[in-house]
């Protein structure tokens, strides 16, 4: 099963499944194509979004957990 960290970089979390994406939309990050913004780790986009990492890592690994049930 695939997880992600609080060290996971965004592009990488990306690449195990786009359907991420609205996960980082939430918290204000609307770029992910950017380079500065994908290569920034979890932990990272959550300290200049003002959101809860180990938040954002348990929702992110529920739903890449969802999809392999």
């Given amino acids: 099963m695939a997880q992600v960290t609080k060290d996971t970089i965004i592009a990488d ?3 195990i499944d786009p359907g991420t994406a609205p996960f980082f939309f ?3 990050m609307h770029c992910l194509g950017c380079p500065s913004a994908s ?3 979890i932990e990272q986009a959550c300290k200049v979004h003002g959101v809860d990492t180990q938040e954002l890592v348990d929702k992110i690994n529920a739903y890449l957990a969802s999809k392999e049930a």
Avoid: F, K
Wanted: glycine share 22%; proline share 0%; no cysteine.
């Fill in 13 to 15: 979390v990306l690449r």
């Fill in 26 to 28: 939430e918290i204000g």
């Fill in 39 to 41: 290569g920034e780790s």
